[in-house]
């Protein structure tokens, strides 16, 4: 398999630690891509041109991440982490609220990277970490669970925190101490958290 993204993609680490819980991270050789290059062949694999997206042995062409994740799910025989029953939309539900923190985050740093300063919509920027700091403060008053075999929804959850601490020089942590601990404990216990951090 070949999976299109780059290294300071959340939702490409997403992706990356599902496969190494999996046991799949040799069966996947990682192409470099560059989605804002209009030459990128990520534009004829998915019209979107977004990553991650993943070829499979077959020549299909799967993405979004949370398909892909559902398919290397599938691949590794089902239900590992992706469960069925109530636990399946427990965790579903937390991939979804993460991977809301993850595009908030990733639309303020558009809003930064293209625009000049002058131009920058500060009402845009402040709508969307309005929605981080509310998903974060809803987070910190659960009891965030972090199984065994970490399921999806926790995958997600360490990858949108690890993206804040990436972009956003980790100002999340002071407000929110539970969340910091249960991080701490997920990067112990999943030793590809660490093998796909980026510093920049």
């Known amino acids: 398999m070949i999976l299109r993204s780059s290294p300071p993609s959340p939702f490409g680490r997403k992706v990356k630690i599902a496969a190494a819980i999996l046991g799949l991270s040799d069966k996947i050789e990682i192409v470099a891509t560059d989605t804002i290059d209009p030459s990128d062949s990520i534009r004829q694999q998915n019209p979107l041109g977004k990553i991650p997206a993943l070829i499979s042995d077959d020549g299909k062409v799967i993405y979004d991440s949370r398909v892909i994740v559902e398919y290397l799910d599938m691949v590794a025989g089902g239900g590992r982490i992706i ?38 919509e500060a009402k845009w920027i402040e709508h969307q970490q309005g929605k981080i700091d509310r998903a974060l403060n809803a987070l910190e008053k659960l009891d965030v669970p972090l199984h065994a075999t970490p399921l999806i929804g926790e995958i997600a959850l360490a990858c949108a925190l690890g993206y804040l601490d990436l972009r956003f020089e980790g100002n999340w942590r002071t ?16 030793p590809a958290f660490e093998k796909t ?4």
């Not at 636990?87 to 539900?93: F, G």
């Not at 407000?175 to 701490?184: C, E, G, S, T, Y």
């Not at 951090?197 to 920049?200: E, G, I, K, L, N």
């Open 83 to 120: 469960p069925n029953g109530t636990a399946r939309l427990d965790t579903l539900v937390l991939q979804a609220l993460a991977d809301g923190i993850m595009d908030a985050g990733i639309l303020q740093m558009y809003e930064r990277r293209f625009r000049d300063e002058d131009r920058r």
């Open 175 to 190: 407000k929110h101490p539970r969340l910091v601990a249960w991080l701490d404990r997920f990067a112990a216990a999943v």
């Open 197 to 200: 951090r980026v510093t920049a």
